[in-house]
T-cell receptor, first 111, second 114 residues
Framework: QKEVEQNSGPLSVPEGAIASLNCTYS??????FFWYRQYSGKSPELIMS????GDKEDGRFTAQLNKASQYVSLLIRDSQPSDSATYLC???????????FGKGTSLLVTP | DTGVSQDPRHKITKRGQNVTFRCDPI?????LYWYRQTLGQGPEFLTY????????KSRLLSDRFSAERPKGSFSTLEIQRTEQGDSAMYLC????????????FGPGTRLTVL
C-alpha cells in the first residue's frame, strides 16, 4: 500500500476559483505534513507545512489537517494561471528524517 | 533559488558508465538528503546525512550507488555501471538544525542513460 496517496488529476479550475487538493496517508504516527509545488522540469518548492489538526493559512493558501481521518488538504483561493503546477503532498517517514511523497496532483488554472 | 546548488544540471551517459553528481547545501545546514524522481512520480528518498555521517539509506540505493559527505559540507552521489532504469532527476535537499522538518530542494540533476 502506497504510504501517501493523491489523485493525479489533472484538476482544472477557472481563474479566480478555489482549488482543493487532497492527500491521504497511511502511517498514523506521522507528525509533519508538507505541500510542495513543482513546475514542469523544476524542483519541488515548499509552500506550506502543518503539524497540528485544523487549518493553517498563508496568503492565498490554506492547509488543513485531520489526523483522525489521516487526511491533509490544500486550498488555493483566487487561483491564478501561475498556480498551474503539480502539487506534492509529503509526510514524515517512520525514521523521522526522510519525507514520503505522493505522486502529486496536476493543477491547471484556466484563464 | 533556495540556496542549494547541484552540478551538473544535466548528464547524458551511456549504459555501463559511471557518473558522479555534486550537491552544495545551504551554508551551515547540517542535514542533507538525496532523492530520485522519475516522470509522473513524487521524489523517492535515497539517503540522508547528518553532518558527515550517513544515517539512513533506502533499499532503493543498490550497491551501485554510493554517497559521501566527507567534511559535512558538500555531498557527492556516484552511480557505477549505469543502467537505463537509472534515468531520473536526482534531487538534493538540505535542512538546518534550527529549521527542522523543512527541506529545501536544489534544482536537481537530470540523468539520461542511453
Amino acid at each position: 500500500q502506497k504510504e501517501v496517496e493523491q489523485n493525479s488529476g489533472p484538476l482544472s479550475v477557472p481563474e479566480g476559483a478555489i482549488a482543493s487538493l487532497n492527500c491521504t496517508y497511511s502511517d498514523r504516527g506521522s507528525q509533519s505534513f508538507f505541500w510542495y509545488r513543482q513546475y514542469s522540469g523544476k524542483s519541488p518548492e515548499l509552500i506550506m507545512s502543518i503539524y497540528s489538526n485544523g487549518d493553517k493559512e498563508d496568503g492565498r493558501f490554506t492547509a488543513q489537517l485531520n489526523k483522525a481521518s489521516q487526511y491533509v488538504s490544500l486550498l488555493i483561493r483566487d487561483s491564478q494561471p501561475s498556480d498551474s503546477a503539480t502539487y506534492l503532498c509529503a509526510v514524515d517517514s517512520n525514521s523521522g528524517y526522510a519525507l514520503n511523497f505522493g505522486k502529486g496532483t496536476s493543477l491547471l488554472v484556466t484563464p | 533559488d533556495t540556496g542549494v546548488s547541484q552540478d551538473p544540471r544535466h548528464k547524458i551517459t551511456k549504459r555501463g558508465q559511471n557518473v558522479t553528481f555534486r550537491c552544495d547545501p545551504i551554508s551551515e545546514h547540517n542535514r542533507l538528503y538525496w532523492y530520485r524522481q522519475t516522470l509522473g512520480q513524487g521524489p523517492e528518498f535515497l539517503t540522508y546525512f547528518q553532518n558527515e555521517a550517513q544515517l539512513e539509506k533506502s533499499r532503493l540505493l543498490s550497491d551501485r550507488f554510493s554517497a559521501e559527505r566527507p567534511k559535512g559540507s558538500f555531498s557527492t552521489l556516484e552511480i557505477q555501471r549505469t543502467e537505463q532504469g537509472d534515468s531520473a532527476m536526482y534531487l538534493c535537499a538540505s535542512e538546518g538544525a534550527f529549521d527542522t522538518d523543512t527541506q529545501y530542494f536544489g534544482p536537481g540533476t537530470r540523468l539520461t542513460v542511453l
